[in-house]
T-cell receptor
């Protein structure tokens, strides 16, 4: 089974709708991230969380909110979706400082289309 | 100006050729450098990690960092069709690689 899972994998929604993307991980990591990927722009950080009670805005948080329900679960919400939020969304996890691990582990992505 | 610039490609090479990928960055506060590989319809996977100027080799892959020029490179020797993917450079101010800043990615196609 995959270490980082995302649901749904694909979603088409209409402008103004609220939508939630979910991420679960079995790696036991405390750090989790949400990115969006647009062609030519690489991945841009939306929100990150270093533990259940620590949530921080990233580079492009406007229009998004997150919830860290448990160490293993981190959800991204679009309160009122707009077409320029059409993108590929990735969740990632990483081990804490001091472990000697620097890799971020990514989920398979959610392709979101807002019409 | 973006913090990290990367040529989007696509870069098409014949099998066996050397692939050369580059990124430039603008802020000397970035001290840790990574290359991620992303296959179509998949999440990125870490390929190389380095934090010092110079070269680091791992099999057919060599990562090169020039901090004085704020320039990083990835070389793939003896390229294979299985190397066809998008390659993303990523930089960080922190050793743990958190809060990464990514380049836009270069799409590479290795033709048999």
């Amino acid at each position: 089974d995959a270490d980082v899972t995302q649901t749904p994998r694909n979603r088409i929604t209409k402008t103004g709708k609220r939508i939630m993307l979910e991420c679960s991980q079995t790696k036991g990591h405390d750090r989790m991230y949400w990115y969006r990927q647009d062609p030519g722009l690489g991945l841009r950080l939306i929100y990150y969380s270093f533990d259940v009670k620590d949530i921080n805005k990233g580079e492009i948080s406007d229009g998004y909110s997150v919830s860290r329900q448990a160490q293993a679960k981190f959800s991204l919400s679009l309160e009122s979706a707009i077409p320029n939020q059409t993108a590929l969304y990735f969740c990632a996890t990483s081990a804490p400082l001091g472990t000697g691990s620097y890799e971020q582990y990514f989920g398979p992505g959610t392709r979101l289309t807002v019409t | 100006q973006k913090e990290v610039e990367q040529d989007p490609g696509p870069l098409s090479v014949p099998e066996g050729a050397i692939v050369s990928l580059n990124c430039t960055y603008s802020n000397s506060a970035f001290q840790y450098f990574m290359w991620y590989r992303q296959y179509s319809r998949k999440g990125p996977e870490l390929l190389m990690y380095t934090y010092s100027s110079g070269n680091k080799e791992d099999g057919r892959f060599t990562a090169q960092v020039d901090k004085s020029s704020k320039y990083i490179s990835l070389f793939i020797r003896d390229s294979q069709p299985s190397d066809s993917a998008t390659y993303l450079c990523a930089i960080s101010r922190e050793a743990a690689g958190n809060k990464l800043t990514f380049g836009g990615g270069t799409r590479v196609l290795v033709k048999p």
